[in-house]
């Protein structure tokens, strides 16, 4: 009975350790947060490294210095939420760190630390004593050292597992970067246009009374300026891009 009882216990406690290490990944890197971690004006949180790649990434033209970004201020958007973050002269040194998510983290090491909160290593199929360690790149699935030396794969260009991982989360987390850059900029052209449709509507509507007075003298008359109204807006909307 205590033994169930331990399990359920043990078996909970992980859950919630579980769900704990969801909230500490960081989105862009997607992995524990790297000290130090700086929070956002919208209350999200991302590694100082990442916001400076997030930073460099939407603002590509700024001068760089060993790989960080020396003109002061400047402004990204927050990948969870969409928000524009406008920095200071201090750029991502000047956003605030968070300490409480800094101390957490560290209580979460010291606690996965212990002997019982080890993971299960993955098990081969084929050989049910071997770990898969391995990575097949020929046919691009993790198997054993078995299965390379006897098996399936014997034939085949393999890898070590954890190389494999870290180089693939790299190679994501740098594709994550960059979409979101590209994003922030669209969102910007966006604006733009935006902007631009509204003041070609102020300068159609400024332009309705005159267009009414000329075309009291029958519909056909209005008719014939609708044309001439569109040749005026386009014309204009020329000379903004010129």
Not at 25 to 30: H, R, V, Y
Request: glycine share 6%; proline share 5%; charged share 25%.
């Amino acid at each position: 009975m205590s033994t169930s009882l331990n399990y359920k216990s043990f078996s909970k406690e992980q859950q919630t350790m579980d769900t704990l290490e969801k909230q500490l990944i960081c989105p862009i890197c997607l992995e524990m947060f790297t000290k130090p971690v700086v929070i956002l004006p919208c209350q999200h949180n991302l590694c100082r490294k990442c916001a400076s790649d997030i930073f460099q990434a939407s603002n590509p033209y700024l001068p760089t210095r060993g790989g960080t970004t020396v003109a002061s201020g400047g402004r990204f958007r927050c990948p969870s939420c969409r928000h524009e973050v406008v920095l200071d002269r201090h750029g991502v040194y000047g956003l605030q760190r968070n300490l409480l998510v800094e101390n957490i983290i560290d209580i979460y090491k010291q606690e996965s630390t212990r002997p019982e909160r080890k993971s299960e290593q993955p098990m081969c199929e084929e050989h049910e004593d071997e770990r898969i360690n391995i990575y097949c790149l020929s046919c691009e699935v993790p198997t054993c050292s078995m299965c390379k030396v006897f098996g399936a794969h014997k034939d085949c260009q393999v890898a070590p597992l954890t190389h494999v991982f870290q180089r693939q989360k790299s190679e994501l987390s740098d594709g994550i970067a960059v979409l979101v850059g590209s994003n922030d900029r669209v969102q910007g052209i966006i604006s733009q246009l935006e902007e631009t449709c509204r003041i070609v509507e102020i300068r159609t509507d400024s332009s309705a009374p005159q267009g009414q007075v000329e075309g009291a003298s029958g519909s056909s008359d209005g008719a014939e300026n609708e044309p001439a109204r569109h040749i005026f807006s386009f014309s204009w909307l020329n000379s903004l891009s010129e």
